[in-house]
């Protein structure tokens, strides 16, 4: 079982800066990614790290969003820049582990961009 303790969420002005952090409490995670869903929408994937280092973006964030992971913390950060009021949204990390491909979900975070 891995348990994801996510952080950072808040309010924050149109482009604005916020950062979010996931820890896994064990396990060697083949995918780290950061989803979120907007009232009335579906959950859709943000970003993505994969094992290999490489990352992969939704192409609405691309270029404002980074993602980043760190394997000896067991740790996946997600920097969003330039926010917009469509960032709204509660934003969940989930991770896939390396050997049983097990999917877990954190708690969720809200994230408001708002004037």
């Known amino acids: 079982q891995v348990r994801l303790v996510e952080s950072g969420g808040g309010l924050v002005q149109p482009g604005g800066s916020l950062r979010l952090s996931c820890a896994a409490s064990s396990g060697i995670c083949r995918y780290m990614n950061w989803y979120r869903q907007a009232p009335g929408k579906e959950r859709e994937l943000v970003a993505r790290?994969?094992?290999?280092?490489?990352?992969n973006y939704a192409d609405s964030v691309k270029g404002r969003f980074t993602v980043s992971r760190d394997n000896a913390k067991k740790t996946v950060d997600l920097q969003m820049n330039s926010l917009k009021p469509e960032d709204t949204a509660v934003y969940y990390c989930?991770?896939?582990?390396?050997?049983?491909?097990?999917?877990?979900w954190g708690q969720g975070t809200q994230v408001t961009v708002s004037s």
């Open positions: 989930n991770v896939v582990t390396i050997v049983t491909m097990k999917e877990y």
């Open positions: 790290a994969v094992s290999d280092g490489s990352t």
